[in-house]
Nanobody, 125 residues
Framework: QALLVESGGGSVQAGGSLRLSCTASGYFKKIQSMAWFRQAPGKEREGVAD???????TYANSAKGRFTISEDNAKNMLYLEMNALEPEDTAMYYC???????????????????WGQGTQVTVSP
């Protein structure tokens, strides 16, 4: 019943930009925060950014200064604006949500109980 669907991925050259979107639908417990994770081939899934229901944001060092996470609480919609993309950003990007209030926020995949199927981002040199 609960569903997260990502969109906006694609292929860009280094230095380009992409805007990812995630929409939640179906039956959820009240979402307390939403996040973006990514996973490249041969690597573990890593957190990118999180935003809580009241607008507090947490960024991984790799994202800070280049990426911006935002949300529309009324629609349970999540966005990730990515600028100055680098080949190292190439990965499958996943939308995640949690119905638990974690204080402080930690970009730990085990804290999120809802996951999308991912959208591919490929950045060429």
């Amino acid at each position: 019943q609960a569903l997260l669907v990502e969109s906006g991925g694609g292929s860009v050259q280094a230095g380009g930009s992409l805007r990812l979107s995630c929409t939640a639908s179906g039956y959820f417990k009240k979402i307390q925060s939403m996040a973006w994770f990514r996973q490249a081939p041969g690597k573990e899934r890593e957190g990118v950014a999180d935003i809580t229901r009241d607008g507090q944001v947490t960024y991984a060092n790799s994202a800070k200064g280049r990426f911006t996470i935002s949300e529309d609480n009324a629609k349970n919609m999540l966005y990730l604006e990515m600028n100055a993309l680098e080949p190292e950003d190439t990965a499958m990007y996943y939308c995640a949500a949690t119905s638990t209030i974690w204080v402080p926020v930690v970009l730990d995949q085990s804290h999120y109980n809802y996951w999308g199927q991912g959208t591919q981002v490929t950045v060429s040199p």
